[in-house]
């Protein structure tokens, strides 16, 4: 069995694209593994801080899920009936019109109503779901894909978590004054 992987801060600032002092507070706050050589130096141990598995693309998840239904065309409407009843959980016909918007989702024709490609229709809708579920439906301000449509992935979900605490904890207090 192979041991851990090492880098140094430098590599690791570039592997995870954050800046030094950022690294620097996360292996202070004890969220980053380290490990000293013996001449002082610093390093990261990278197989246990983010680099355990390299995330599916989007074509990736359609192709394993939903290559049945490329080219298939859907309307927004249909597709927010369908997916909402899929996955037990609402999902607006405006999502599906913004994820189009964005790119995420192809146009197949624009008359009437405009025809989807059903294959991004049901891997948005999964994703969607897969966010839903694990931010306990509250919604607002969480990031559902990254620039170019794959699924968002946080560099730091420890971080985020404690953040998420914190802003209820002093939305509770204020509620409370």
Not at 126 to 136: L, S
């Amino acid at each position: 069995m192979l041991g851990p992987t090492y880098l140094s801060i430098e590599e690791a600032t570039h592997k995870y694209g954050v800046e030094k002092k950022v690294l620097t507070q996360l292996i202070e706050a004890g969220m980053i593994e380290t490990r000293e050589t013996p001449t002082g130096e610093l390093l990261v141990v990278a197989d246990k801080n983010g680099n355990g598995h390299k995330p599916q693309t989007k074509e990736e998840i359609i192709a394993a899920k939903f290559a049945h239904l490329c080219g298939q065309p859907i309307s927004a409407s249909e597709a927010s009936r369908k997916y909402s009843k899929l996955y037990s959980i609402p999902i607006s016909q405006r999502s599906f019109s913004r994820w189009c918007e964005a790119g995420y989702i192809t146009v197949l024709s624009r008359g009437y109503k405009l025809e989807l490609n059903e294959a991004e229709v049901a891997y948005c809708a999964e994703i969607y779901a897969q966010k839903y579920k694990e931010y306990g439906g509250r919604m607002s301000g969480v990031r559902i894909f990254d620039e170019i449509g794959n699924p968002y992935q946080l560099k730091y979900p420890e971080v985020a978590q404690q953040l998420r605490v914190d802003r209820h904890l002093a939305r509770e207090q204020i509620t409370e004054t």
